[in-house]
């Protein structure tokens, strides 16, 4: 079973800090990650998507993927409030009809 | 505009009754995808297509059938062998080339009556 972990939750950041989410996963030759942002009641909505090691930057977001250590991160710099959500790691995985793989998301706080 | 729409929002079932989920897109994506999401839960995939008459179980495709008969539409029957329906259904569609995010419609919940 090819397995999305993210840090249990949920996690709590003042205004302005930087938050830092991290998922790891278990198919070493899995290619493609995203990061989804997910509002209470709402769908998913994609925000990042990294396919080689090291850093992608957008805007206050960055994603960072290590395939050595088979990890990849969400960090988000100057969080305000309305960045408070429910953020999935999802993974395409190797093989035939590679599928997509999520993580049961990790919820961010943002305190004004 | 370009996207996946799906209906309707809300939706409530009586026990023994076959309910179908909408999906329609106009990304002229060839893959579909369908979702179940409970609370605190990840999303799980029921059933996926990446071609017009062909689709897949996915992990949890029990209780649930799909047809893909065009590329613009995947609807999704939760029939009454499903014992424990209520949840968040989305459907999301993508490319299927190397690169290919998905992208989600605004979801149906679906409740028992």
């Known amino acids: 079973q090819k397995e999305v972990e993210q840090n249990s939750g949920p996690l709590s950041v003042p205004e302005g800090a930087i938050a830092s989410l991290n998922c790891t996963y278990s198919?070493?030759?899995?290619?493609?990650f995203f990061w989804y942002r997910q509002y209470s009641g709402k769908s998913p909505e994609l925000i990042m998507s990294?396919?080689?090691?090291g850093d992608k930057e957008d805007g206050r977001f960055t994603a960072q993927l290590n395939k050595a250590s088979q990890y990849v991160s969400l960090l988000i710099r100057d969080s305000q409030p309305s960045d408070s959500a429910t953020y999935l790691c999802?993974?395409?995985?190797?093989?035939?009809?590679?599928?997509?793989?999520f993580g049961k998301g990790i919820t961010l706080s943002v305190r004004p | 505009d370009g996207g996946i729409t799906q209906s309707p929002k809300y939706l409530f079932r009586k026990e023994g009754q076959n309910v179908t989920l909408s999906c329609e897109q106009n990304?002229?994506?060839?893959?579909m995808y369908w979702y179940r999401q409970d609370p605190g839960q990840g999303l799980r995939l029921i059933y996926y297509?990446?071609?017009?008459?062909?689709?897949q179980k996915g992990d949890i495709a029990e209780g649930y059938s799909v047809s893909r008969e065009k590329k613009e539409s995947f609807p999704l029957t939760v029939t009454s062998a499903q014992k424990n329906p209520t949840a968040f259904y989305l459907c999301?569609?993508?490319?299927?080339?190397?690169?290919?995010?998905?992208?989600f419609g605004d979801g149906t919940r679906l409740s028992i009556l």
């Open positions: 999301a569609s993508s490319t299927t080339g190397p690169v290919r995010p998905q992208h």
């Open positions: 198919d070493r030759g899995s290619q493609s």
């Open positions: 990294i396919y080689s090691n």
């Open positions: 999802a993974v395409i995985s190797t093989g035939a009809n590679s599928k997509l793989t």
């Open positions: 990304l002229n994506h060839d893959a």
């Open positions: 297509s990446q071609i017009v008459n062909d689709f």
